[in-house]
């Protein structure tokens, strides 16, 4: 087992002792377990065995480079949603054809520099777009990969603020238009068609809407390639969930079986873009009470010196996430609302959670904050960016210092 667990009273990373790690860099800090990530990406690319795949992590999930570095340690392509995203890639030491691109919305120069470089695919997103990424390649003299991102109209039954597969949705093009695009590739001689892209949403924990969205794109290559345009990878996007609450969620078994039953008569390769998946679970974001205070009717509050300038998820999608003491108390429970110090309502981390009764100083661990955690953190209050700390092979390593003001006022002028 790796990841977060407890020997005797204490909570763990993979041996050490989080109260150690909370003692030398202080808090708050976000800590990581190397071997869950492994773990994770090892799961997945076992289970799609023989079959033609490459794993294309999504960056936007976490972009630290200590993870970025880990990932393309185990053979990990990227999926980048910005010209940022792809630069820390190539400099994390990324080939362009490691990296597919992504995203709505597209800038001038995101379009020249991804043409520029000659990525594995650039995942386009419209009519406009294709237009737009043909004269770009032209104008350097090369032809630019691309694939479709298609919009299947399939409900992933996910929170709404993270499904992307909806007609209603901002994203990608209607199925029946795709098809016109492909063919129109034909007179626009900046452009490769090299693949098809879906991609549902975030968090989806049932394998149906992706089951379906596969065989979607599947029925649209063997279409095109009877009108003789032939790809060479379909781009399931990612989405695979993990199970914040201990409820039962598909396996990377599962998911493989699922999405090979469909994708793997067409012969083409898999290219996938897990981002929660692979590190989800691999992180905490390690807190300490700053405030306790009783309001009216019995509510107990335990403020952090954490809030959503550190992780968001919960103000911004009421996600759950698992808190729990890192050394509990021998007390009786109390039912605490978990609380951030930021002037915002949202800005809450659980609500009626059981603890022993904390006192002020506690160290508490909220659970699974590898995947949208620490890529969302804000300066918002003017709060730090927090320290991170990678636990691997028994040791624990600060992979980013703390930031300070002085890092945050060297933008400003005059500061
Ligand atoms: C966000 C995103 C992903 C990753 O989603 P996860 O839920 O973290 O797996 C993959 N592909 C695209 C296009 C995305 O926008």
New binding site residues.
């Given amino acids: 087992m790796s990841g977060f667990f407890r020997e005797g009273n204490a909570l763990m990373c993979d041996g050490v002792p989080l109260e150690d790690v909370a003692r030398t860099h202080g808090t708050p800090v976000y800590v990581y377990s190397a071997e869950s990530v492994r773990r994770a990406y090892r799961s997945l690319d076992e289970a799609f065995g023989a079959h033609p795949h490459r794993i294309h992590y999504?960056l936007?999930?976490n972009s630290s480079l200590a993870i970025v570095r880990l990932l393309r340690s185990l053979g990990s392509g990227v999926?980048a949603?910005s010209i940022g995203e792809i630069e820390l890639a190539m400099r994390a030491g990324f080939s362009p054809v490691d990296i597919v691109f992504?995203g709505v919305g597209k800038s001038p120069d995101e379009i020249d520099r991804a043409v520029q470089l000659g990525l594995k695919a650039i995942?386009a997103e419209s009519a406009g777009e294709l237009d737009r990424i043909d004269r770009a390649a032209r104008a350097h003299g090369v032809r630019a990969r691309v694939a479709v991102r298609v919009n299947p109209d399939i409900d992933a039954g996910t929170h709404p603020h993270v499904s992307?597969g909806l007609h209603i949705n901002k994203f990608g093009v209607p199925l029946e238009h795709a098809r016109a695009l492909y063919h129109k590739m034909s007179d626009q001689p900046g452009l490769e068609p090299v693949g098809i892209h879906v991609?549902l949403g975030?968090?989806i924990v049932t394998l149906e809407p992706m089951q379906r969205a596969a065989a979607t794109v599947v029925k649209m290559v063997q279409e095109l390639r009877q009108a003789g345009v032939t790809l060479d990878h379909i781009d399931v996007?990612?989405?695979?969930g993990i199970s914040y609450d201990g409820s039962r969620v598909p396996s990377a078994a599962e998911y493989a079986r699922s999405i090979l039953s469909v994708l793997g008569p067409s012969g083409l390769s898999i290219a996938m873009?897990?981002?929660?998946?692979l590190v989800g679970a691999s992180a905490a974001l390690l807190a300490r009470v700053v405030d306790l205070k009783d309001g009216a009717a019995g509510h107990h509050f335990a403020v952090l010196d954490a809030g959503m300038t550190e992780l968001i998820r919960p103000a911004l999608y009421g996600s759950f996430h698992r808190i729990e003491a890192v050394t509990p108390r021998q007390a009786r429970e109390l039912c605490y609302d978990i609380v951030g110090p930021i002037c915002e309502s949202s800005d809450a981390f659980g609500e009626a959670r059981k603890l022993p009764a904390l006192e002020v100083g506690d160290l508490l661990a909220i659970l699974d904050a590898g995947?949208y955690g620490s890529a969302m953190a804000s300066n918002y209050n003017r709060h730090s960016l927090p320290a991170e700390v990678m636990i691997d092979g028994g040791e624990a390593r600060l992979t980013r210092r703390r930031q300070t003001l002085d890092d945050q006022l060297s933008l400003e002028i005059g500061g």
Avoid: V
Wanted: net charge neutral.
């Fill in positions: 999504a936007k999930a999926d949603n992504t995942n992307t991609h975030s968090q996007g990612g989405g695979l873009e897990p981002g929660r998946f995947a």
